[in-house]
Structure formats: structure tokens, C-alpha cells
């Protein structure tokens, strides 16, 4: 049966993050457990990627602490390791996608060395196991393997986004932040990265945190989700819960605001 | 099955629960529309949410799930061998008991692009372990249980018809071990042959002693498969419009 005694991936405790009288975020707590997809939605400006941006290193927070479980099991701080440790961590045991591909992609080199290189940073060196491997990861994200040796220049924005996917999944990260993996792309396009995101998250047992402005986006990958306004969290639960019975006035609102078609 | 039935075992307990929903858009206005509702299931009886529409049958059920948060009062399941009070559960938890011990067949399909019909059904038995392959396999037997054309499997549901669509959520039910069900009106758009087969699907259910809760409007289907009705108007709130 069911025991729920593992600890956090990541923990996050009173996080807050000012730009000098500003406040981007305010007073944050929350955990991610293993294999759990964690959706952070808000509207622009309400600190969601303040947020994110403070918890995978890429901005100092002010205030707070945030840890991460390594592999050999140990909660380290993250603000505490040095520059080089924070950086293995997010070329192995992290993924980052971008809202635009060409954030997180070489947009000039081939689609199969924007994957190579992820594995050759983790110390891979074998041209001809470097190839499968990224030619593997291609197919899975659904990009023809006489694909390979074509610059990212020449995709769709869909394919950017899955090319940049593949890159950030070919290490077997154990947490995943995306920003906006799904903004700027059309509706049927964004309806396969989802579902191939699904099926990947699923199949992968990632823990991921997902910021979004689009609540079905929320909905079909994340089991509990965190509410912003203002910097602050006004609402968190399951996905299920807090999109059906919100409590807080402006969950209310945004679930209220939802576009039926 | 690997245990005897014991039938005496109560699988969901709900004491004085209550919902009323605040609706900050129209100026706090409180709507209350459940209050103290207690009542047991046990393992092997199939209990039926009785009353008008409108009495609160569907809050009641969506609070057994978790889906609406309870203002107020107790709901234990027997999760393995504890009972635990699904209304003061985190979210891990009620995931977790989702997953082993509570199952829900809704009444419409919240559908995901693309994925196959028959892999929808299969999902909750890979997500319980078991291998896709023959997860697939038993998917499979149960849409054609259901009579629906093989030609459909591997197509997504979106664009099937709302009979079709309900086999698929019918069969994403019924396709676990949970031993405890949620059914929320399953037979609303099928035909007198596929009512007939939930009707000996939900008599199975029973056998193995699984606790169902369910609405049903359907009055052959109600009168088929209820040990015992729970008439709602009984938890009305007293100063309900």
C-alpha cells in the first residue's frame, strides 16, 4: 500500500525575491515529490516566473531557502553549493525548456548535436552511441530520423519545441522546469507537445514544475497546482479540485474566464 | 480473489459533511448546498443516491472523490488497512487513493488529444503497475464487453458519439481492482443492450465486494443494481432557496 514517507526533490521554504521596492515574489513554500508534475499558473506579472527562475538557480532569491535532494540521497541548499556544483546539477540532473525554443536550443548546429552535446557535457565521448542515442531521442519526440543533421533554423516551432525537449530529456533528468512549453504555438501543434509531454512525464517517472498561464494546459499535466497573484500563492490543491471547487476569489475569476468552445 | 469477502466491513463512512460554495464573483454570496450528511457503505453493497435533481446527489459524489473541497464534516475510506478522512487528505494522499482505492466513472469523458481509445481505458492499470501490454490486452476485453467496434480502439475518443464516449469512461472504470466505485450516472446515453451489460458489470462489482456509490436516473437500472437508497432531500441545507 501506499506510503507516503519519501522526502521532497525539492523543498522550498518563505522564498521571496524583491527588485528593490518591487516584489516579484513573496513568502513562497512548497515540495515536489518524485514523479509529481506541479503546474504554477498566474497571469503575467503575478511572479510565476520570478518564481521559477529563483528555484532552478537562474535568479538569487532575497529571502528563503530552497533545497534539492541529489542523487546520493543528501538535501543540499541550493544557494549554498558553489557555482560549479549548481551548474553539474542543472547539465544532469535538470531540464529547462524555454517558452522559445531558440533559448534553449543552438539554433546553428544540427538537431542531433543540440542532443549530442547534453550527453557529451555528462562525460559521453562515442560518436557512433552519441548518434543513437540522439537519433533515439528524435524519434521519441517524433522528429524523422533524416532529420538529424538539419539546423533548428530550418524546423516549425513545434519541432523547435520538441528538439529542445529532447535535448534537456537526454540525460534522464529527475526534475524538469518548463516555462510556457506550450505558448506561441498553434492550438493543434499544441495539443501533440502535450500530449507527447504526457506520455513522456508518465513513462519517465519525472518530477516536473510547469509554469502556465493556461489553465487546460494545468489541467491535462499537472496532479496538484500553486495559484499566483501579486507574487503571492492565493490558492493550492489538487488539479482537480482547484480548477472544479476554486476557493480563492481570483481562482474563481480565472476559472470563470475560461473560453468554452 | 485473494481475500473472503468480509461484508460487514465498512468502506466509506461520511459523517455531517457539508458543502457550500462562496461565490466571490457574485459578492460572497453563500450557497449552501449539502449539510450533514452522514451515511456508511459497506464492502459488496451498491448504494444509490436517491432525490431530485438539484437535491445535491452530484456534490455528494464529487466530494467522495475529492473533486469539491467538503466546508465541513468526515469522510473515511478504508485505504489498505487504515481508514482515512479523504476531506482532510493532502493532495498526495487523495492521488494515492485514488489510485489504489477509490475509482470514478463519470458521466462525461474528459478527453486527451490524441491518445487512443483503448489506451484511455488501459491507463489506470499501467498507472497501478501493470504492463502496458497486457493492460492493453484487458482494455481490450472490456470495450468489446461493451460492444464497441474494434474499429474505434485506436482512435481517439474525441470525435466519438456520447454513447461511444461513455463505453470508453465505462470501461476506464470498471477495469480496476479499486474496492471502492463512484459511479455518476454511467448508463445516461447508452442503449437497452449496453445498459443491460453495466447493470451485470456493477452485479460483478458487488460480488468481488466492492462499495459503489452511484446516481442513477434510470429507473430500470436504479431498481436493478440498488442494495439501498439514500434519499439526499434528507442533507438539504435548512435555508436552501
Known amino acids: ?261 | 480473489m485473494p481475500d473472503p469477502v468480509n461484508r460487514d466491513a465498512i468502506a466509506v463512512r461520511a459523517s455531517s459533511l457539508s458543502k457550500s460554495f462562496c461565490m466571490h464573483l457574485q459578492g460572497g454570496l453563500e450557497l449552501p448546498v449539502v449539510e450533514g450528511a452522514s451515511f456508511e457503505v459497506r464492502a459488496g453493497e451498491c448504494v444509490v443516491l436517491g432525490g431530485p435533481s438539484g437535491a445535491g446527489k452530484s456534490s455528494i459524489l464529487k466530494m467522495l472523490y475529492g473533486n469539491y473541497a467538503a466546508s465541513s464534516g468526515e469522510i473515511l475510506i478504508r485505504h489498505g488497512d487504515a481508514m482515512v478522512d479523504l476531506a482532510a487528505a493532502s493532495p498526495r494522499l487523495v492521488l494515492a487513493i485514488r489510485r489504489e482505492t477509490l475509482g470514478y466513472v463519470s458521466q462525461f469523458l474528459r478527453t486527451v488529444p490524441r491518445v487512443a481509445a483503448v489506451d484511455v481505458v488501459a491507463e489506470p492499470l499501467v498507472a497501478r503497475g501493470i504492463d502496458a501490454g497486457t493492460a492493453r490486452e484487458r482494455a481490450g476485453l472490456t470495450l468489446e464487453r461493451l460492444n464497441l467496434p474494434q474499429r474505434l480502439w485506436q482512435l481517439p475518443p474525441a470525435t466519438f458519439s456520447g454513447g461511444e464516449q461513455q463505453r470508453v469512461n465505462i470501461a476506464r472504470g470498471f477495469i480496476t481492482d479499486h474496492p471502492v466505485l463512484l459511479l455518476d450516472e454511467p448508463t445516461a446515453s447508452l442503449d437497452a443492450a449496453n445498459r443491460r451489460v453495466v447493470i451485470e458489470m456493477i452485479a460483478e462489482k458487488k460480488a468481488q465486494g466492492v462499495a459503489q456509490i452511484g446516481i442513477f436516473h434510470d429507473e430500470e437500472v436504479r431498481e436493478a443494481v440498488a442494495d439501498r437508497i439514500i434519499d439526499v432531500r434528507g442533507f438539504a441545507p435548512a435555508h436552501a432557496a
Open chain 1, 1 to 261: 500500500m501506499t506510503m507516503l514517507d519519501e522526502t521532497p526533490l525539492l523543498s522550498v521554504t518563505g522564498l521571496s525575491r524583491y527588485y528593490g521596492e518591487r516584489v516579484g515574489c513573496r513568502d513562497i513554500s512548497f515540495e515536489v515529490y518524485p514523479g509529481e508534475v506541479l503546474a504554477i499558473v498566474g497571469e503575467s506579472g503575478s511572479g510565476k516566473t520570478t518564481l521559477l527562475n529563483c528555484i532552478s538557480t537562474r535568479l538569487e532569491p532575497s529571502a528563503g531557502c530552497v533545497s534539492y535532494r541529489m542523487r546520493d540521497g543528501e538535501s543540499r541548499d541550493l544557494y549554498r553549493m558553489s557555482e560549479a556544483e549548481r551548474r553539474l546539477l542543472m547539465r544532469t540532473d535538470w531540464g529547462f525548456v524555454h517558452q522559445n525554443p531558440a533559448d534553449g536550443l543552438r539554433m546553428t548546429v544540427s538537431a542531433g548535436a543540440n542532443v549530442g552535446e547534453r550527453l557529451m557535457a555528462v562525460g559521453e565521448r562515442h560518436y557512433g552511441r552519441i548518434r543513437d542515442t540522439a537519433t533515439h531521442w528524435l524519434s521519441r519526440v517524433e522528429i524523422a530520423a533524416d532529420r538529424i543533421d538539419d539546423q533548428p533554423r530550418a524546423f516549425s516551432g513545434g519541432m523547435r519545441q520538441r528538439l529542445q525537449i529532447a535535448r534537456n530529456l537526454v540525460t534522464g533528468p529527475r526534475l524538469v522546469f518548463m516555462d510556457e512549453p506550450t505558448g506561441g504555438l498553434d492550438v493543434s501543434v499544441q495539443a501533440r507537445l502535450l500530449d507527447l509531454l504526457r506520455g513522456l512525464v508518465n513513462d519517465l517517472g519525472l518530477a516536473a514544475i510547469v509554469v502556465t498561464h493556461d489553465l487546460a494546459v494545468a489541467r491535462l499535466l499537472s496532479h496538484r497546482m500553486i495559484v499566483m497573484k501579486d507574487g503571492r500563492v492565493v490558492e493550492e490543491g489538487l488539479t482537480d479540485r482547484v480548477l472544479d471547487d476554486p476557493q480563492a476569489p481570483y481562482t474563481q475569476l480565472l476559472v470563470s474566464s475560461i473560453l468554452q468552445v
